[in-house]
T-cell receptor
Framework: EAQVTQNPRYLITVTGKKLTVTCSQN?????MSWYRQDPGLGLRQIYY???????DKGDVPEGYKVSRKEKRNFPLILESPSPNQTSLYFCASSPSTISSYEQYFGPGTRLTVT | TQLLEQSPQFLSIQEGENLTVYCNSSSVFSSLQWYRQEPGEGPVLLVT?????EVKKLKRLTFQFGDARKDSSLHITAAQPGDTGLYLC?????????????FGPGTRLSVLP
């Protein structure tokens, strides 16, 4: 089944404790992206990657890191999480056609930082 | 930064009614997409519109892209409880910093049986 998977689905952690949220897609998509979703603010792009070893900042990259060593994986790293990073996180991938980037989303990771 | 606005923010209607939700911006987008998101899940793509003035139909859903590619609408005919969810529009464009992908805040639709 074609899908985007994220792990963990739920995570409660403390301020300053490094964490990684994994994202993997099995559709051979070139484009991958991370978003956070907050009430009243909608989905905001954190980072995106057009291809292996190519990553770029989105609208809200502060406090986050990403890497794209393989085409299928795009982990999100929080080196020193803070309470304002409590949010619902989504990973997405896209086949990135010439005309548009139709994105396929993972199920989400709900992160709470205390 | 490109911004997308959606209206209404919330909509509660009875089964069988028609409705229209809107997605507006002052920016031009190369394409615009509509997604539906249900609680506890990620957004699911409904449609992509690319050409100004384009109209696409998906069963009871009709999507239109504005002539100037700055706005879009989603019309649902004879709404059903299964249409309940958060409807998100997303615009794709390019600015001085590269590729830009922006989501609207969403319209939360509730269809009552």
């Amino acid at each position: 089944e074609a899908q985007v998977t994220q792990n963990p689905r739920y995570l409660i952690t403390v301020t300053g404790k490094k964490l990684t949220v994994t994202c993997s897609q099995n559709m051979n998509h070139e484009y991958m992206s991370w978003y956070r979703q907050d009430p009243g603010l909608g989905l905001r792009q954190i980072y995106y990657s057009m291809n292996v070893e190519v990553t770029d900042k989105g609208d809200v990259p502060e406090g986050y890191k990403v890497s794209r060593k393989e085409k299928r994986n795009f982990p999100l790293i929080l080196e020193s999480p803070s309470p304002n990073q409590t949010s619902l996180y989504f990973c997405a991938s896209s086949p990135s056609t010439i005309s548009s980037y139709e994105q396929y989303f993972g199920p989400g990771t709900r992160l709470t930082v205390t | 930064t490109q911004l997308l606005e959606q209206s209404p923010q919330f909509l509660s209607i009875q089964e069988g009614e028609n409705l229209t939700v809107y997605c507006n911006s002052s920016s031009v987008f190369s394409s615009l997409q509509w997604y539906r998101q249900e609680p506890g899940e990620g957004p699911v793509l409904l449609v992509t519109v690319v050409t100004g003035g384009e109209v696409k139909k998906l069963k009871r859903l009709t999507f239109q892209f504005g002539d100037a590619r700055k706005d879009s609408s989603l019309h649902i005919t004879a709404a059903q409880p299964g249409d309940t969810g958060l409807y998100l529009c997303a615009g794709e464009g390019w600015d001085n910093y590269g590729q830009n992908f922006v989501f609207g805040p969403g319209t939360r639709l509730s269809v009552l049986p």
